[in-house]
């Protein structure tokens, strides 16, 4: 089993934190899509012929910019080229996208699953970020994704951004869960060099909120979703029972997939590549009939180590018998003294042969992961 993902490079507007590839120029579009359906049939053999796709997954860039037809157009290029037995069909979707007719051409399409970037419901924090949507659409997005008919639905929220105290957080938080979303991502803002956050920082024009400030805003965050049914299965996210996302859990577990599109990056469990992140050299390299990519030979360190980075995050945690199994290699014995330390810090904690981090140790995943890394 494996996923597809599909890179959509294009926006309204730059959000001044985002550093994703993408390009607020569309004209572009049409020929970037016929490129998208030609990279998917010249990759069809990727993740080998007898390979069956359980997700595909529509992301960004602002797929919900694409009309009906030009995403139609992909949907049928997959199912023409590759074993389909689909269980998640995601598209990232601003509110602002969202209108009522535009839900009913994406459930025409089979998605089944909307991932929707609400990111605040303030729009002094929305005009601050330059998020091309107001509070009001995202106060009414989820009512008219559920009369359109969908009962998956994903939001994005935003923490860390600087203020005296976390009212506006709270109240984000409060707003979410009253809207009983499914499944709530959240990621704290970070200043990216190359963003216009980045460049106001860099010139003191902006002052980040400070590393305790987050952290307590994630604390926050942690309690608030608890209570409110949702369960942690990742490091930032959080969904009520039946409801986690598919396609990114595969990724968590080491599944392979293929991603498609400018900066697209795919994994066949033994190497990853990444397509050139440039649309004008994408779409001439693919009217050549080639792919413009990089790829990585994993070494067998760099496999069990990605492998720990990304099964730590998650509920399940780093199953210990795997890697004996798969890679001869006992994390217990060539680890025993710091997982001996994290665990008595209980930041970390072992239950039946997996790795799993504690509560508090989800605030320090990747430096834990880091110390287990072969």
Request: with cysteine.
């Amino acid at each position: 089993m494996a996923g597809i993902y599909i890179h959509i490079p294009f926006c309204k507007q730059a959000c001044h934190y985002c550093d994703f590839h993408f390009s607020t120029q569309t004209d572009l579009k049409s020929k970037m899509v016929e490129m998208i359906c030609k990279e998917l049939i010249i990759q069809k053999d990727y993740l080998g012929k007898d390979c069956i796709i359980k997700t595909v997954y529509f992301g960004g860039g602002t797929p919900s910019l694409l009309t009906k037809e030009e995403i139609a157009a992909i949907l049928q290029t997959i199912s023409l080229h590759y074993k389909l037995d689909l269980e998640e069909l995601t598209i990232e979707a601003n509110p602002d996208d969202l209108s009522p007719a535009k839900l009913q051409e994406l459930k025409a399409l089979k998605f089944d699953r909307l991932s929707i970037g609400i990111q605040s419901f303030h729009d002094e924090i929305l005009k601050f970020y330059n998020r091309s949507h107001n509070a009001e659409e995202s106060l009414k997005v989820i009512e008219n994704a559920r009369n359109a008919g969908f009962e998956k639905l994903s939001i994005d929220l935003m923490y860390g951004f600087p203020q005296a105290d976390h009212s506006l957080w709270k109240t984000d938080l409060q707003i979410a869960t009253s809207l009983e979303p499914g499944h709530i991502s959240s990621y704290c803002l970070t200043i990216e060099p190359g963003t216009a956050l980045g460049s106001w920082t860099q010139k003191g024009k902006f002052l980040p909120a400070s590393e305790d400030f987050s952290a307590d805003q994630f604390e926050i965050m942690q309690d608030h979703l608890e209570r409110a049914g949702y369960i942690q299965y990742e490091i930032s996210n959080f969904g009520k029972p039946n409801a986690f996302a598919v396609h990114n859990t595969n990724y968590w577990k080491g599944i392979p997939y293929l991603g498609i599109g400018p900066s697209a990056h795919s994994f066949d469990g033994k190497t990853r590549q990444h397509n050139i992140a440039n649309n004008a050299k994408y779409i001439k390299s693919l009217e050549m009939g080639e792919l413009n990519f990089e790829k990585d030979l994993l070494s067998r360190e760099d496999i069990i180590n990605e492998y720990i980075l990304t099964s730590l995050r998650t509920i399940w945690g780093t199953d210990l018998q795997k890697l004996e199994d798969q890679f001869d290699t006992s994390l217990l014995e060539l680890k025993k003294s710091v997982i001996n330390e994290f665990q008595e810090d209980r930041l970390l904690a072992l239950k039946n042969q997996y790795l799993v981090l504690t509560k508090e140790g989800k605030l320090l995943a990747d430096y834990i992961a880091g110390k287990l890394f072969l």
